[in-house]
């Protein structure tokens, strides 16, 4: 959780479980799945925005 560097809503603050999805070649999308609901939470629009991919 320490990678992402967006800040988690408040709803999902507490999350110490995040799910990232890959779309549009590498770029991901981070959501949190509650039940059977996604939640999106970042999209990277630029590679790096979301979290460090490593060097």
Known sequence: MD???PTLHGAFASTDKVMV???SGKLPMVGVRNGCVYHV??????F?????HGS
């Open 48 to 52: 790096g925005d979301v979290y460090d």
């Open 41 to 46: 939470l970042a999209i990277e629009a630029k």
């Open 3 to 5: 990678q992402i560097k």
């Open 21 to 23: 999805f890959r779309y």
